[in-house]
Structures are given as structure tokens and as C-alpha cells.
């Protein structure tokens, strides 16, 4: 059993580590592609602009995938949200 609590940590690491890594690349790719065509006030606003976009949609996606279970309230003394 410890074996198998051993893995399935070692799993979800992978797992978390992978997503960090991929929005990481995402992120580098986003800014270098706006950045391409100068370095201005404009350019750095947009690419600011759309690390947010990004960002708030790769949220959305992790609070869609790992609801907290029904009895959740935000704020509750209990709950780890």
C-alpha cells in the first residue's frame, strides 16, 4: 500500500511539473512571437495582455477540472479552496 501511495505522489509531481513546464514554453513562445517585430511601450502592453489571457484560461481550465467537492463554500473555516 505504501508502495502504491509512493507512486501515484511521484504521478501527480510528473503531472504538475509537466503542466508547469508546457505554460512555461507557452509563455516564452507568446512573449518572443510579440516581441519579434520591436521592443515599444505597445508591444510589451500587448504581450502583457496576452500572458493574462492565458493565464486566466489555464485557471479555468484547472477550476473546471479539480472542482472542489459540493459541501465547498469559499471562506469556510474547514475547506482548503
Not at 518572443?32 to 496576452?50: C, N, P, Q
Not at 500572458?51 to 482548503?80: N, T
Amino acid at each position: 500500500m505504501k508502495d502504491l501511495s509512493a507512486e501515484v505522489e511521484r504521478t501527480a509531481y510528473r503531472q504538475r511539473l509537466d503542466a508547469f513546464l508546457a505554460s512555461r514554453d507557452a509563455g516564452n513562445t507568446l512573449t518572443l512571437d510579440a516581441l519579434r517585430t520591436g521592443i515599444r511601450l505597445e508591444t510589451v502592453i500587448s504581450a502583457a495582455a496576452d500572458l493574462a489571457q492565458y493565464a486566466d484560461a489555464a485557471i479555468a481550465i484547472v477550476k473546471d477540472e479539480y472542482r472542489p467537492p459540493l459541501h465547498c463554500k469559499e471562506g469556510c473555516w474547514y475547506c482548503c479552496c
